[in-house]
Nanobody, 123 residues
Framework: QVQLVESGGGLVQAGGSLRLSCAAS????????RAWFRQAPGKEREFVTR????????YYGDSVKGRFTISRDNAKNTVYLQMNTLKPEDTAVYYC????????????????WGQGTQVTVSS
């Protein structure tokens, strides 16, 4: 059974940091692009960032550029999201995803999804 499991979410004050992890099981994802999306209440799922198979190509959404960092460890089948200088508008459920599209920024570009982890940033 293929699973992506996020962890590391929680409540943090504005300006603080969190590190999310997404561990995959059931198959290797070293040949897949890995990504993070987020969804706030009443809003559509938003692309956050993606990383290529060998970490050579990384792309960030404008709202997180310069504050968030994505990385991956293929030996551990895990992708990470380091979030710094968090803002209240970063509050959302964060989802990790995996897919084959090299330049995917839409939710339909990804085939595998985690269940999400809540991140809440207080002002």
């Amino acid at each position: 059974q293929v699973q992506l499991v996020e962890s590391g979410g929680g409540l943090v004050q504005a300006g603080g940091s969190l590190r999310l992890s997404c561990a995959a099981s059931g198959r290797t994802f070293s040949n897949y692009v890995r990504a993070w999306f987020r969804q706030a209440p009443g809003k559509e799922r938003e692309f956050v960032t993606r990383i290529s198979q060998n970490s050579g190509r990384i792309y960030y959404g404008d709202s997180v550029k310069g504050r968030f960092t994505i990385s991956r460890d293929n030996a551990k089948n895990t992708v990470y999201l380091q979030m710094n200088t968090l803002k209240p508008e970063d509050t959302a459920v964060y989802y990790c995803a995996a897919g084959s599209a090299e330049y995917g920024i839409n939710w339909y570009d990804y085939n595998y999804w985690g269940q999400g982890t809540q991140v809440t940033v207080s002002s």
